[in-house]
């Protein structure tokens, strides 16, 4: 299972750290969202990082600035009616914007598949179709090569449910910033959607 980690939404001291230590602990990418700052700020910010890192940070909306500074790629919200040029990845919460979004993506977060750690009272409908996210999930991996990446209250202890649903990971964002030690959260997480994929080759 993939995991990636979303950057806290503001201004947090620990958070260049805490990438040098992610990449370090073998996090493949680190989406920078950033949705209060202006553009002049989120490239410098950016600009600030070590340039090593440039080609596995996923910039939330900003193309021209991704592009300008040789990111990873930049990433849409579900709102953005149409896909951005070059766009890498893209939110989408319901099921038609899933399948519609599918083929022009290389990864889709969607949710929240569980009530939010990050933003209280966030949570999925209570008659959302799960059993046909789970069919639309299984077509996908005969019809496309997108990534689909559950997001929305995602801890360790959830990985289960998001791979029986048939996600190919997760993102997390609570279950690592909400902790003293955001690297060693993360590396809890990636253990155990590491131990999950062992008992699935075992199988």
Same mark, same amino acid.
Not at 41 to 57: A, D, N, V
Not at 69 to 93: M, Q, V
Not at 153 to 170: E, I, N, Y
């Given at each position: 299972m993939r995991i990636v980690v979303i %950057? !806290? =939404? %503001? =201004? @947090? /001291? *620990? =958070?260049a750290a805490a990438i040098d230590g992610l990449l370090a602990s073998g996090l493949e990418l680190y989406h920078v969202r950033k949705p209060s700052w202006t553009g002049a700020e989120i490239e410098s910010w950016l600009r600030r990082l070590p340039q090593g890192w440039r080609k596995r940070l996923i910039l939330h909306g900003h193309p021209e600035i991704a592009a300008? #500074?040789? #990111?990873?790629? &930049? &990433? $849409? *919200? @579900? *709102?953005? $009616? &149409? /896909? %951005? *040029?070059a766009g890498f990845s893209r939110s989408c919460h319901d099921l038609a914007s899933l399948r519609r979004h599918l083929p022009a993506y290389r990864a889709i977060l969607f949710g929240p598949v569980f009530p939010s750690i990050s933003k209280p009272g966030y949570r999925p409908a209570p008659d959302f179709p799960w059993e046909g996210l789970k069919a639309l999930l299984a077509r996908k991996k005969l019809e496309s090569g997108a990534r689909v990446l559950a997001i929305g209250g995602v801890s360790a202890a959830r990985l289960a449910r998001c791979k029986d649903l048939g996600f190919d990971g997760a993102a997390v964002l609570g279950a690592v910033w909400r902790e003293r030690d !955001?690297?060693?959260a993360y590396a809890g997480i990636r253990d155990a959607a590491a131990k999950l994929e062992a008992a699935r080759h075992a199988a």
């Amino acid at each position: 299972m993939r995991i990636v980690v979303i %950057s !806290p =939404e %503001s =201004e @947090d /001291p *620990r =958070e260049a750290a805490a990438i040098d230590g992610l990449l370090a602990s073998g996090l493949e990418l680190y989406h920078v969202r950033k949705p209060s700052w202006t553009g002049a700020e989120i490239e410098s910010w950016l600009r600030r990082l070590p340039q090593g890192w440039r080609k596995r940070l996923i910039l939330h909306g900003h193309p021209e600035i991704a592009a300008g #500074l040789g #990111l990873g790629g &930049h &990433h $849409d *919200r @579900d *709102r953005t $009616d &149409h /896909p %951005s *040029r070059a766009g890498f990845s893209r939110s989408c919460h319901d099921l038609a914007s899933l399948r519609r979004h599918l083929p022009a993506y290389r990864a889709i977060l969607f949710g929240p598949v569980f009530p939010s750690i990050s933003k209280p009272g966030y949570r999925p409908a209570p008659d959302f179709p799960w059993e046909g996210l789970k069919a639309l999930l299984a077509r996908k991996k005969l019809e496309s090569g997108a990534r689909v990446l559950a997001i929305g209250g995602v801890s360790a202890a959830r990985l289960a449910r998001c791979k029986d649903l048939g996600f190919d990971g997760a993102a997390v964002l609570g279950a690592v910033w909400r902790e003293r030690d !955001p690297v060693a959260a993360y590396a809890g997480i990636r253990d155990a959607a590491a131990k999950l994929e062992a008992a699935r080759h075992a199988a």
